[in-house]
Nanobody, 124 residues
Framework: QVQVVESGGGSVQAGGSLRLTCTVSGFSFGDYPMGWFRQAPGKEHEEVAC????????AYAESVKGRFAISRDNAKSTLYLQMNSLKSEDSAMYYC?????????????????WGQGTQVTVSS
């Protein structure tokens, strides 16, 4: 049984930083690219970032490039998202799931919706 726990969210002021963590069990974490997506109330899912199995291939949504950094520790089955220079439009529930890297820096999430997410609220 797959268990996913996202954590690290919170309330910050614009310009602040947060580091999200996603811990996975019951799944061959190191065998799959993993990523983050977010959803704000009344809005569609937005894919945020994806990282390859070995951590060497990265892809980001244009809206977060240069501000967010995705990383992973396969030994700990853990995924991270360092978020800097946060903006009010980054406010959302953040989730982690497997993803697929595509050519040209593109990617897509699998949207398995395993975890409960972690809330990020940025006040301006």
């Amino acid at each position: 049984q797959v268990q996913v726990v996202e954590s690290g969210g919170g309330s910050v002021q614009a310009g602040g930083s947060l580091r999200l963590t996603c811990t996975v069990s019951g799944f061959s974490f190191g065998d799959y690219p993993m990523g983050w997506f977010r959803q704000a109330p009344g809005k569609e899912h937005e894919e945020v970032a994806c990282i390859g199995r070995g951590g060497d291939k990265l892809a980001y949504a244009e809206s977060v490039k240069g501000r967010f950094a995705i990383s992973r520790d396969n030994a700990k089955s853990t995924l991270y998202l360092q978020m800097n220079s946060l903006k009010s439009e980054d406010s959302a529930m953040y989730y982690c799931d497997p993803c697929r890297l595509r050519p040209g820096g593109q990617f897509e999430m699998e949207f398995y919706n395993w975890g409960q997410g972690t809330q990020v609220t940025v006040s301006s």
